[in-house]
Nanobody, 124 residues
Framework: QVQLVESGGGLVQAGGSLRLSCAAS????????MGWFRQASGKEREFVAA????????EYADSVKGRFTISRDNAKNTVYLQMNSLKPEDTAVYSC?????????????????WGQGTQVTVSS
């Protein structure tokens, strides 16, 4: 059973930083594209960032490009999302997802497993 567990969310003031972690188990982690998505209250879940199984291809949503950094540590079966220069509009539940041999990392429906999510709240 694939399990993804996010952590690192919390309350931060605008301009601050947070680092989210997603610990994976029950899968060959290095074979999976890992993505981060978020869902704000009253809105659809949206793509944030993804790192392909090979670790070479990285994608970001335009809204976070230049502020967020996705990375992975295959030895720890963990993917990270470093979030800098946070804005109130970044407030959302952030979830990680896994897609074996994924090649379309922005597509929500391509992901096979999802974590429970961690709340990020950015105050103004």
């Amino acid at each position: 059973q694939v399990q993804l567990v996010e952590s690192g969310g919390g309350l931060v003031q605008a301009g601050g930083s947070l680092r989210l972690s997603c610990a994976a188990s029950g899968l060959a982690f290095s074979h999976y594209t890992m993505g981060w998505f978020r869902q704000a209250s009253g809105k659809e879940r949206e793509f944030v960032a993804a790192i392909r199984w090979g670790g070479v291809t990285i994608e970001y949503a335009d809204s976070v490009k230049g502020r967020f950094t996705i990375s992975r540590d295959n030895a720890k079966n963990t993917v990270y999302l470093q979030m800098n220069s946070l804005k109130p509009e970044d407030t959302a539940v952030y979830s990680c997802a896994a897609d074996q041999w994924g090649w379309s990392p922005k597509r929500l429906n391509d992901y096979e497993a999802w974590g429970q999510g961690t709340q990020v709240t950015v105050s103004s």
